[in-house]
């Protein structure tokens, strides 16, 4: 299975690509770029096992300004622009798989 991972942001966004062993692909860029990327990925890789996983936007009890908007709305474009499964995953939840624990940075 093939894993494509976003950390989404307002105007741009990191992404990976995972085969279970190692790092494919890494890269940081444009919001429409990466678009772009994901309908031509999913659409060549429907023969395979390939999942899209996009880091979700949380409540936090906190006022929010336009940049959690904007990245929100991008989250439900590149959901939308995958053909194949996908999932969200929370900050949190991605924290402790990587660092073992929630307290952490980028």
Do not use: C
């Not at 890494?26 to 031509?40: C, F, G, P, V, W």
């Not at 395979?48 to 009890?61: D, M, P, R, T």
């Amino acid at each position: 299975m093939i894993l494509t991972a976003i950390d989404p942001g307002p105007m741009q966004s990191a992404a990976i690509r995972y085969d279970g062993h190692r790092l494919i692909a890494h890269s940081l860029m444009a919001n429409d770029d990466l678009l772009e990327d994901l309908i031509i990925v999913s659409g060549k890789s429907r023969a395979k096992a390939h999942y899209l996983v996009v880091e979700k936007i949380e409540s936090f009890g906190h006022l929010v300004g336009n940049e959690v908007l904007e990245t929100a709305f991008w989250t439900g474009r590149f959901i939308q622009a995958w053909d194949g499964p996908s999932d969200r995953l929370s900050r949190w939840a991605v924290k402790r798989a990587l660092l073992g624990n929630v307290i952490g940075t980028d």
